[in-house]
């Protein structure tokens, strides 16, 4: 760790994020990490890193960041863009997709990212302090280092060739469901509903869960709307008494009381990452062989994408 | 829905997607139930402790289920299923003997919001509420809603009080509280519903803590002792300083 950055504008909504905190949750720490951790991984693999690097995940205004000791390798993934800043005030545009080496007194001032997520990635990752085997930041429960101005964060020098790929995309259409735990609280026209109508992403939507809007699921019951509190995880789609969806991410809760009709495929939850409030999305359902499906067929695209990286 | 019914212990497998199995066994709070979700449990360690189901990756006990989170690259969901499945029906009722606690609690009025309204409701005199809330053994059903937030059952039915119909914005950090028949602490400020009878110097988390983050565990019985405001203020100063050792309010060792 011979490399460093400090913080000199915190932006607004990032964090430091790797794969999550695994193994916690019976002690009810969410599991937190990427939103999209392929796109992560994309951000990772463009400047020489292991997939289990922390990155920084942009969700509105990216972060600037100045290169105390340096040459540092940086890249974006996503629709994130920066501008680089000499230490002699040359200022220089860094697009997505292809890693930039900067020296010690530049700084790279990441842009607006509108909506959606993106990731930055430096050489070494941002080697903040591990806490229970995890760098994601869980502000809730004081775990992990914010993005703070002033904050410096160790790293590594740059070694390798610069690298640049084609945009990775997460996919599109319909978003793969199956049906449960609790699909069973709701009416079989509810069933139907959920299945053949449009949901829109609403501004009340956070790393904690995307709150949709659309035709109200109707629960067998209004008994049926409250369950005895149990499990639940990144992807669940939980429905309140009023009858609109909320899909549970990254910083979800480890237990929840509402039922829950659905739970999105591990293969299409990455695609959630980038919805913006007022965007509409579809729900498909699936079986346990067709996510496997889906998940083989992920990966083997990401095999493709990492061997066609420049 | 894959779901699975046996008919001499009814168990229902129910999945979250392709990455969790919830095993369900019933849909009530009851401790029998309960006890059910740490045979379960423990028999899952066993077998994880021999090197058997190698994909799971967190392990989370409610008051009637157990949630296993595996990871869909390490092994096949279907196969974990079934042999959750299995587990559940030959593993018996466990009550787990974990730890007791004698955790200290200051019911000063300005610590404890509702105490005075949950006394006037039910008929009793503020020091009839503190004498119940420190003569009952309160067993720790799970950890949830946030880290290291205890779910308490076996508050007397004499307390038994529902929501506030509006929740606070902030529920102070540490508060001991109430709904219906269970009681916990608000590790940290949140909003929050439960009814506000006390507070406890004593920090329920903490991240520094890498082998034991969460103060309580499920199967762990606390007592709460009563204390004065100079003792809750001075020990309160001494825990923020780090400087009270868990083990200190430890009545009897057991299996967190």
Same mark, same amino acid.
């Not at chain 1, 509810?190 to 299945?195: G, P, V």
């Not at chain 1, 149990?230 to 009858?243: K, L």
């Not at chain 1, 999105?264 to 695609?271: Q, W, Y």
């Not at chain 2, 606070?168 to 509280?177: C, F």
């Given at each position: ?26 002690? &009810?720490?969410?599991? =937190? ?278 | 829905?894959? =779901? ?87 593993? &018996? ?60 059952? &076996? ?63 499920? &199967? ?37």
């Amino acid at each position: 760790m011979n490399g460093l950055v400090e913080v000199v504008n915190a932006g607004i909504a990032n964090s430091l994020q790797d794969l999550g905190r695994i193994g916690f949750r019976h002690m &009810g720490i969410a599991v =937190s990490g990427c939103l999209d951790p392929w796109l992560a991984r994309c951000a990772n693999a463009l400047v020489g890193n292991d997939a289990d690097c922390a990155c920084i995940e942009i969700r509105a205004a990216g972060p600037s960041l100045a290169v105390l000791s340096g040459p540092l390798r940086f890249a974006l993934a996503g629709e994130a863009t920066a501008t680089r800043v000499s230490a002699e005030g040359d200022e220089t545009e860094v697009l997505p997709w292809q890693s930039v080496t900067l020296d010690a007194g530049d700084e790279l001032q990441v842009g607006f990212q509108p909506g959606g997520t993106a990731y930055l990635a430096v050489s070494g990752g941002f080697a903040t302090l591990l806490q229970l085997g995890s760098r994601s930041t869980y502000l809730r429960a004081e775990i992990g280092s914010a993005i703070s101005f002033g904050l410096q964060i160790p790293c590594d020098v740059a070694s390798g060739p610069e690298r640049a790929a084609a945009p990775w995309s997460a996919g599109s259409g319909l978003v793969r469901v199956m049906l449960g735990p609790q699909d069973d609280h709701f009416t079989p026209a509810a069933l139907e509903d959920f299945l053949a109508g449009e949901y829109r992403v609403t501004p009340q939507s956070d790393r904690m869960g995307l709150r949709l809007e659309g035709k109200a699921l109707v629960h067998r019951s209004p008994a049926a709307a409250d369950i005895v509190s149990d499990g639940v995880t990144p992807g669940v789609i939980q429905v309140p008494a009023n009858g609109q969806p909320i899909i549970l991410l990254a910083d979800c809760q480890t237990v929840g009381g509402y039922p829950k009709i659905a739970t999105v495929i591990s293969a299409d939850l990455p695609r959630l990452a980038q919805l913006r409030p007022g965007e509409a999305i579809r729900f498909a359902a699936v079986d346990a062989a067709q996510a496997a499906a889906a998940r083989a067929e992920l990966a083997a695209r990401w095999q493709a994408w990492v061997g066609d990286l420049g | 829905m894959t =779901s699975e019914m046996s008919q001499e212990k009814a168990v229902r497998l129910l999945p979250l997607g392709d990455t969790a199995w919830t095993v369900e066994f019933g849909d009530r709070i009851d401790p029998a139930l309960h006890a059910r979700v740490i045979g379960l449990l423990d028999a899952l360690e066993t077998a994880r402790g021999r090197g058997e189901c190698g994909a799971v990756v967190d392990v989370v006990p409610t008051y009637r289920s157990l949630t296993v989170h595996y990871d869909p690259q390490r092994g096949d969901g279907e196969a974990l299923g079934r042999t959750l499945v299995a587990l559940a029906q030959s593993a &018996g009722a466990v009550r787990r003997e974990g730890r007791r606690w004698c955790i200290p609690v200051c019911f000063d009025d300005d610590l404890a919001p509702d105490l005075n309204d949950l006394a006037a409701t039910k008929g009793l005199t503020r020091a009839a509420v503190i004498e119940k809330m420190t003569s009952t053994c309160f067993e720790v059903y799970m950890i949830g809603f946030m880290p290291g937030f205890p779910y308490m059952g &076996g508050l007397p039915a004499e307390l038994e009080m529902p929501r506030l119909a509006s929740p606070r914005k902030a529920v102070p950090a540490r508060s001991v509280a109430v709904a219906g028949s269970m009681c916990a602490v608000y590790p940290w400020e949140s909003p929050g519903g439960w009814r506000l009878l006390g507070r406890t110097p004593m920090p329920m988390f903490s991240a520094a803590d890498e082998t034991a983050p969460a103060l309580l565990a499920s &199967g762990d019985r606390v007592m709460w002792r009563a204390i004065d405001r100079a003792e809750f203020d001075a020990m309160e100063a001494a825990a923020q300083r780090g400087e009270i050792a868990r083990d200190s309010l430890l009545v009897q060792e057991g299996r967190p």
